[in-house]
């Protein structure tokens, strides 16, 4: 099975390179070397060349309030590139794997959403986002679309690594505490993608949409606390500790791009359809911490 990876040196490609390397051939496709979603016509025309059995889309427009003035830049590569991609994976019979976000929901209620619920996207990333689901299921390819929330990985920035910076810099923090959801490991997620990948291609009964996300849930506020309770646990010196964490609701922090305050998913879905277990938020925030830290 030859399988192209996009966005191969982000949080998540990074970890996919590993997840998915005993599945088969693994060719990582950078931007600058024909991967650009920028350029979907270009991007489309390489992978044609290329003729994989497996797509695996982990790029996107990740800058949410960017995106507010820059519109059209995340349409193309939120909506347009995926589409072009669903497009050419249906012309060969193979498979696209795509991740989509929690931002496709309006964040009202207290519940978790599964695949069913009504979307209503608050922001321009969501909007172009739910675009290129809809974009990737109109193309009649098989697919799976994970939908994912609150993303962090030891490599590159994140947010419990921006609460430990401040934390040494301030002795008090203010951190919203009215948006909630699952902080997910970009390992857990490359790992559930290749358990699902493996099933995928034995049996087209299971091309669709699913939430992936780390059991559990938790606002940032408390997030924070947690983190900065773990770091003086282990030793890490700081200014500020979880005590020290100020709640804050969201109408006090206003940014360009509205976020859902609920961001809760529902995983019942791909449980049962893949037999996986999802562990609690805080086991995957404590071993990226660890590993960020280099501690053991």
């Known amino acids: ?50 003729r994989p059995d497996v797509v695996v889309n982990a790029g996107a ?8 003035s820059d519109a059209d830049a995340a349409r193309t590569i939120n909506a347009l590139a995926p589409g072009a991609v669903a497009r050419v994976m249906a012309d060969r019979g193979g498979w696209l794997v795509h991740f989509s976000t929690d931002y496709v929901f309006d964040g009202s209620g207290d519940q978790a959403r599964d695949e069913a619920a009504p979307t209503g996207p608050l922001s321009v990333y969501g909007r172009t986002k739910l675009e290129g689901e809809a974009l990737i299921a109109a193309s009649g390819c098989r697919h799976l679309i994970l939908r994912t929330s609150w993303v962090h990985a030891a490599r590159g920035g994140n947010f419990a690594r ?43 009964g299971v091309s669709g949409l699913y939430h992936a996300v780390a059991a559990g849930e938790v606002n940032w506020c408390d997030y924070a606390r947690h983190v900065l309770g773990w770091a003086r646990q282990h030793g890490v010196a700081l200014k500020a500790g979880p005590d ?33 277990h999802l562990p609690d938020w805080r086991v995957g925030v404590d071993r990226m911490l660890a590993e960020a830290l280099n501690l053991p």
Not at 61 to 68: L, N
């Open 1 to 50: 099975m030859r399988m192209i990876l996009l966005g191969p040196n982000g949080q998540v490609g990074w970890e996919l390179r590993r997840a998915l390397a005993p599945l088969g051939e693994l060719i990582a496709l950078p931007r600058d070397a024909g991967g650009d979603l920028a350029s979907p016509d270009a991007l489309a025309a390489a992978l044609h060349a290329l």
């Open 61 to 68: 427009y990740t800058a949410v309030d960017k995106a507010e």
């Open 162 to 204: 921006t609460m430990l910076r401040l934390a040494g810099e301030r002795e008090r923090l203010t951190v919203i505490a009215d948006q909630f959801g699952a902080p997910t490991g970009a390992d857990l997620l490359a790992d559930i993608t290749a358990h699902a990948l493996r099933r995928a291609v034995q049996d087209d």
């Open 244 to 276: 020290d964490v100020t709640a804050i609701p969201t109408s006090a922090y206003p940014t360009p791009a509205t976020r859902p305050l609920n961001s809760r998913l529902d995983t019942g879905k791909l449980r049962r359809t893949f037999g996986l």
